[in-house]
């Protein structure tokens, strides 16, 4: 049976190597190799490297030190064409009579003979050095082949049977039945239930990431019923604020953020659409399947009606809003960088498996080659990656928007007035024209007398401002009708392996198809006329894909037991965790796509579990046995999110505003660098600031985080992130005590106390239910009223002086902008002057009250669920 393995992957081998032979130019001549290196190298390195080469820039878009950067061309297209010189861009600009357009621009024109080398290599058929192709690419490993059989997350679904347990009423659902057996087996019990108000708290935050409401807590314990806790779970299941508690689960995954990131920070001012897309997809309980496949696909699926397919193309904003370095000096660095980051983005948030560390050599620890890395490689060449933005060493304004480059979305427009269009478009063809006549010259760089700023500046300024008035006349994505997306690229092909990970060293064309390290039975294959994302995503969604669903149910787990049964959610790989509990896994796995890959369903069956309801009690002989409860003895507390802490203090004063807002903050951004501490940015963080809305809607620009959500650990956006780093630190009480956000609520809150209150008992009562969702002891409250008594008496005693909002000191605001410099990466960061709120209660009595409650807020209570 081995033999047979190998000796099928060793003939999967050499076909696949044999077609993409088959597509690779003939090997050059040894001798016209050699000549190249001696009389055309040289012409090319002393003449044109300065200008188009991978060590300075690509002027015109075009590079002249690699053979497919000639055969591609610039902006301009081709360079070269071999065989004929006569129709070569290359021969065409050394000879241009007009020495203002004869390359090259600097220094000494090539002589005749020179010219002459040029134009008979190019007829010779442009020899140049091989690509050298490792000689192990597209080989059968044998170390593969033993991980494709042994590791246990390549393996088919299991069904395994429900086991037997000693205690059999304990039990309420099989899954209990899994986790019992493995506790009696090691010779442990669970630890007791946990009391009513515990349990609300518990699954209130777990399925809505709000607290209860004393309202429902009250209605909770007053009802004896069997079944007053299953109604409870089914009524958080119906509630749109489900979805945007676990859609932020799955935009955490999906790396959501609405800016570009590092290099050059664009807004991405429609990745909102594709959020609510999320939040929609989550509260309507779309199947795993079905949601996986519309966000690797949505534009090729059938639509009935223009909503649907405006909701079907915006689902492909998974694809598009990954980090982008539009400052890369090449497109084809650029494009195959984003190939990467979108295999790494759909891999591991649907696979669990590092795929991308086969981008430059095959995986070192998974069975993944590099030729399974560039047939996935292939699917998303031949896919656009529709974000509206370009790659541009150093561009500034709205170089690196282009409008054609977004997804077009259908709606009711009224046309633009034709002769505006007509006009405006001939004024901004002129201004460009001026624009690009002055920019960088000496003339223009002359700082004018009167303003002390360079000359150039006003036509930069014209030119830009026209082009504005344009984009919002014209450009559909500017009036509302756009998302950043996905769609199939003009050139449907395979792709070649790019030998070391370098884009442009192209080794042999791999076929599209998908990964090798296990069989999914029945997958259709790429169609040849199409990407080949629709057949991906259903290679990724059958039921017989021994990885898909394993991953959606441990995520799962993981978000209402603390950990997942693979603890390491993100990474399924060899180097990632094996599982505590093996056949739960495959159970809730078969179980999840028998129910129609409802998450839902698998929600509620975990949540009404007996596992999920134990107390969060410790004793020390479960310690010494199973320190992490990797067994689930008892329930892990754990801390709220950012996300949860910051609704958490609006709920408990009472000012949350459970409404979803219309778009995004960010929606109002052009597509033009932000600087993380300029004025848009700090317009963000003020609209953020004031927001009462729920912190799933926040604007989250990368580098822009939120001031309400910075301390506690919020979600990184650059990669999959299945599981967020939990710390402690001292700026999280720091933020608790000083922050004017928390602050403002407590005194919220305090207001709120003393409006409805009748008596301090009560008032303290109502504190506590409003921020720990459960009374006070009578030591509590006696506590509490000796606390706001000594704090009023001590403020009218020593009342604080009024203060008056002051700007942070910080460096003095320039008076005029300034041209930016000639290299953008020395662009002035200087942040703009801020105010900071200043928060104060009106009378003693308020200030006790709101002291009080926020000493509460900043409690480890009010931080943790239990």
Known sequence: MRFRCLFLAASLATLLLAGAASSQP????????????????????????????????????????????????????????????EKSALIARVTQKNDKGRMP?????????????????????AAWPAVRVPASLGKP??????????????????????????????????????????LEAKGLKPVGDADKVTLLRRVTFDLIGLPPAPAEIDAF????????????VDRLLASPQFGERWGRHWLDVARYGESTGPSRNIPYPHAWRYRDYVIDSVN?????????????????????????????????????????????????????????????????????????????HDHKFDPVPTT???????????????????????????????????????????????EKVAKLTADVAAAKAKWDAIRGTPEGLKKDPATGQPTQRPFRLKYEGLQAELNALTDPAARGLAVHGAREASVIADTEVRVRGEAEKLGPVVPRGFLTAFDVPGAAKVNPKQSGRLELARWLTSPKNPLTARVAVNRVWQHLFGTGIVNTVDNFGVTGGAPSHPELLDHLANRFVADGWSTKKLVRSLVLSRAYRLSSEATEAHRTADPDNRLVWRHAPRRLSAEEVRDAVLAAAGTLDSKRPEGSPASALKMIEMRDNGPEA???????????????????????????????????????????DVTTVPAQALFLLNSPFVRKQALQLAERLLKNGTSDDERVRAAYRRTLGRDPTAREIDRAKSFVGEYESAYRANPPKVVKPAPKKGPAPKKGPEEPPLDPDQVDQTGEAVTEAVVQAKDARSAAWMAFAQALIGSAEFRYVK
């Open 26 to 85: 003939p090997a050059p001549d040894p001798a016209k190799v050699e000549h190249f290196e001696k009389k055309v190298r040289p012409i090319l390195a002393n003449h044109c490297y300065g200008c188009h080469s991978a060590d300075t820039k690509p002027a015109g878009g075009l590079r002249v030190d690699d053979r497919n950067g000639l055969l591609t061309g610039g902006n301009k297209g081709p360079a070269v064409v071999p065989g004929a010189p």
């Open 105 to 125: 621009l600097e220094g000494e024109h090539l002589t005749a003979e020179q010219v002459d080398v040029l134009r008979q290599w190019i007829k010779d058929g």
């Open 141 to 182: 490993k044998p170390e593969y082949e033993k991980l494709k059989k042994e590791h246990w997350a390549f393996r088919p679904l299991a069904a395994p049977a429900v086991p037997a347990v000693k205690d059999a009423g304990w039990a309420r659902d099989d899954a209990d039945r899994f986790i019992l057996a493995a």
């Open 221 to 232: 314990l007053k009802d004896e019923s069997p079944d007053a806790f299953a109604k409870v």
């Open 284 to 360: 309507a309980d779309l199947p795993f399947d079905r949601f996986v496949t519309e966000q690797l696909a949505g534009d090729l699926l059938p639509a009935a009606t223009d909503a649907e397919r405006n909701r079907l193309l915006t689902a492909t904003g998974f694809l598009a809003l990954g980090v982008k370095d539009v400052n890369q000096r090449f497109k084809v660095r650029f494009v195959m960088d984003n190939v990467d980051e979108q295999i790494d983005a759909v891999t591991r948030s649907v696979l669990g498996l590092t795929v991308s560390c086969a981008r430059c």
């Open 372 to 418: 399974d890395y560039y047939a996935l490689a292939g699917i998303f060449t031949s896919t656009d990656n529709a974000s509206g933005l370009r790659n541009l060493m150093g561009g500034g304004g709205l170089a690196y928007y282009v409008p054609a480059n977004l997804v077009k979305l259908t709606g009711d427009l009224p046309p633009a007035d034709p």
């Open 682 to 724: 700090n317009t963000i963080r003020e609209r953020a600031d004031g927001a009462t809305y729920r912190s799933v809607y926040l604007p989250l620009l990368r580098g822009v985080t939120p001031h309400a959500l910075e301390a506690f650990d919020p979600v990184d956006q650059t990669l999959v992130s299945g599981a967020r």
